[in-house]
């Protein structure tokens, strides 16, 4: 399978302030590094799940992938070529094949927009379409593609007259429309009602297996990332420490923080006899990163090594990445 997206030592940082005295008199500035140094692979057709505590820098890397936010460093191929804002041209063409579903569809909709004209703005943007007769067509279908049915009945609708997951559906179907493939997709099911995520999830696996869409699938919930995906990568304050298999990570991961997110994952009543693993304290702020592994301070098994030393993501067995001096 080809490569979609490569991502290579990848970093966003952001200026941060520390107070308007702070900020005034302090020589060093205060960096936040909501995404400090990531390397990825999503392959045609793959589902990718990036899961981790909030603030870890899910959205942020998701963003970065799709140049909507600054890089601070490092490189993103794709589909073998490099994207960054100097290549105008290769920007446009990613731009249309490259596309971000929000978690809140009451807020990426426009409210005063009827759905035909929210689903074929990314047309008529990129000037991909000559009449209005040509314009109605390529809605339906986008429309029918995300499975809203009978589509000529929502065409002249607007946002509030539709329910939490029809207005998912309309969001999808504006990024369908331009025949994307990779999709960036940030938590697309927690506003949902749980009775109508399992449809939308189903949605997404489906265009994945009918058109070969790459998906970098971003949620807090693991079990999720376990049921839709086939790799997961787990990121901690800014970095990827573990990545593999989806079944791999659920069943044997090897990062202690892995390990916590695992055994307080939802699962059928069977495997119950397992032992929680809760962590001490919160993510750290990401403008102070601790030195050595930046998990030594919460890890119940760190030595002093940990302190010291940043481990490396390095490869344990084909395809199983894990950052960790213990492992
Ligand atoms: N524009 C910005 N300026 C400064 N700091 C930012 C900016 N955007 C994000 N951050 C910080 O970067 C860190 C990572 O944020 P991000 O939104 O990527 O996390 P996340 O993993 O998506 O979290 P959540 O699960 O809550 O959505 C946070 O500490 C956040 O405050
Ligand atoms: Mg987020």
């Known amino acids: ?29 205060n960096l936040v590094k909501a995404v400090d140094g990531i390397d990825l692979v999503i392959k045609k057709g793959e589902i990718v799940s990036l899961v981790g505590e909030s603030g870890s820098g899910k959205t942020t890397t998701g963003k970065a992938l799709l140049s909507l936010t600054h890089q601070s460093d490092g490189e993103i191929l794709f589909e073998g070529e490099s994207i960054s804002q100097k290549n105008k041209k290769a ?22 927009n009827i759905i035909m004209d929210i689903v074929a703005e990314p047309l008529v943007v990129n000037k991909l379409i000559s009449s ?22 929502f065409l002249y609708k607007y946002p509030h007259e539709l329910s ?10 504006s990024a369908l429309i ?22 939308i999830l189903k949605l997404m696996v489906e265009q994945r297996d009918k058109k070969g869409i790459s998906y970098l699938f971003i949620t807090h919930d693991l079990s999720l990332a376990w049921l ?23 069943g044997s991961c090897l990062h202690p923080y892995s390990k916590a997110l695992v055994s307080v ?23 102070r990163i601790p030195t050595g592994c930046r998990f030594h301070p919460r890890c119940p098994f760190a030595i002093d090594q940990c302190k010291a030393e940043e481990p490396v ?15």
């Open 132 to 153: 209005e007769d040509e314009k109605k067509e390529r809605v339906i279908q986008a429309l029918e593609n995300a499975g809203i049915k009978p589509a000529e009945r």
């Open 265 to 287: 994952m939802p699962v059928p009543r069977k495997l119950k006899n397992r032992e929680r693993m809760i962590l001490k304290g919160e993510t750290p702020n990401p403008s």
């Open 228 to 250: 839709i995906s086939d790799r997961i990568a787990i990121m901690y304050l800014g970095k990827i420490v573990e990545v593999g298999d989806a079944e791999l990570i659920a």
């Open 178 to 199: 331009l025949n994307p493939s990779f999709i960036v997709a940030d938590e697309p099911v927690s506003m949902l009602d749980v009775s109508i995520r399992a449809d």
């Open 1 to 29: 399978m080809s490569n979609v997206v490569e991502v290579k030592s990848l970093k966003v940082h952001f200026d941060g302030h520390q107070g308007f005295l702070k900020d005034f008199f302090s020589k060093e500035k």
């Open 313 to 327: 993501l390095k490869e344990v067995k084909p395809g199983h990445h894990v950052a960790c001096h213990l492992v």
């Open 91 to 112: 920007l446009k063409s990613f731009r249309q094949k490259a596309q971000m579903i929000f978690q809140d569809p009451y807020q990426s909709l426009n409210p005063r």
């Open 164 to 173: 939490g997951g029809q207005r998912q559906r309309i969001v999808i179907a």
